[in-house]
């Protein structure tokens, strides 16, 4: 019998401290679903919902990890209140500089197109185009 009396009265005391903790979890305005919600004290796990929300028993003074691929850690102790709104910030991944260089096809004809020719010889050729150009005078013949 006091086993029984101390099993109810243990019971009651459990229900009577903790609470269920409600939440919802974004990132820039968007709801985040698959967020993985642990609570450290009791080992309890739970994911957010495609909407981002979730339910977690928790007693005050618990601590709350919010884990997502791709997005920082955020740790949140429980207080007296039961809805909570986190905020997710999403992880920056630095690339290496990429350095794009011409493709060449081989033909030389072709390749030579794709770079820039020096101002003298280009000025030259205009020049040559002109010249050729002009009716040749009858002195020269």
């Known amino acids: ?44 796990k739970v994911y957010s919902n495609s909407n981002g929300e979730f339910v977690l028993d928790a007693n005050p003074g618990d601590e709350l990890r919010f884990i997502k691929e791709g997005y920082e850690r955020k ?9 909570l709104v986190v905020n997710l910030v999403k992880l920056v ?11 060449l096809s081989g033909n030389l004809a072709t390749d030579a197109g794709l770079f820039n020719e020096n101002k003298k010889k280009v000025a030259l050729n205009n020049d040559l185009k002109v010249y050729f150009k002009l009716p040749s005078s009858a002195s020269l013949m």
Do not use: Y
């Open 1 to 44: 019998m006091k086993i029984f009396l101390f099993s109810c009265f243990f019971f009651v005391f459990q229900n009577f401290f903790s609470q269920q903790i409600t939440g919802k979890i974004s990132s820039d305005s968007a709801s985040l679903s698959r967020v993985l919600v642990v609570n450290i004290q009791s080992d309890e």
């Open 75 to 83: 740790v949140l102790l429980v207080r007296n209140n039961d809805q």
């Open 93 to 103: 991944t630095e690339i290496e500089e990429v350095v794009v260089q011409k493709k």
